[in-house]
């Protein structure tokens, strides 16, 4: 059986669709769980969708995808801007791994102009909404196929 693609989502993001629709729409996490799944599905992959607010988690989940995903998706929320040791779990693995972010931090304040996620990642994609997502998935359908 194929491997998912793991969409891994970090701090606040269950939040999503509550507040800051001007800067991240009015979706819900589920309704995005729910759009990427049905893209993947479509192009004959599986997701695995997961968040956390919790570092140490999102770490765990990472370990997991070096042998157990096809992919990873990866939304690291405010842990972008933070994280050393998501960094070093990138670096430790060799599957694709595209950061998205719903906004695009680099036209918002300058602290969330520095990623510790970029220079471990094949690919960024910001600033598109929800539609983040559905890029990073047709990108890494692109690769794989
Ligand atoms: O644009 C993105 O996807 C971010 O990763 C979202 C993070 C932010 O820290 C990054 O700089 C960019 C924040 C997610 C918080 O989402 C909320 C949504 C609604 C209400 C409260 C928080």
Not at 2 to 19: A, D, M, Q, S
Not at 41 to 47: C, H, K, S, T
Not at 48 to 72: C, P, V, Y
């Amino acid at each position: 059986m194929t491997k998912p693609i793991y969409i891994i989502n970090g701090p606040n993001l269950n939040l999503l669709g509550t507040r800051e629709p001007e800067i991240y729409g009015s979706e819900t996490l589920k309704d995005i769980e729910n759009i990427c799944t049905q893209t993947a599905n479509a192009a004959g992959y599986d997701v695995k969708f997961m968040q956390s607010n919790h570092e140490g988690q999102i770490i765990d989940w990472l370990h997991e995808a070096r042998t157990n995903a096809i992919a990873i998706i990866l939304n690291a929320g405010a842990l972008t801007h933070t994280s050393v040791g998501l960094y070093d779990a990138l670096k430790a693995i060799d599957i694709l791994k595209i950061e998205v972010h719903l906004s695009n931090p680099h036209a918002r304040e300058e602290f969330r102009h520095k990623s510790f996620i970029s220079p471990v990642s094949n690919g960024v994609i910001a600033g598109f909404g929800i539609d983040s997502y559905i890029l990073a998935i047709n990108g890494i359908v692109k690769k794989l196929t």
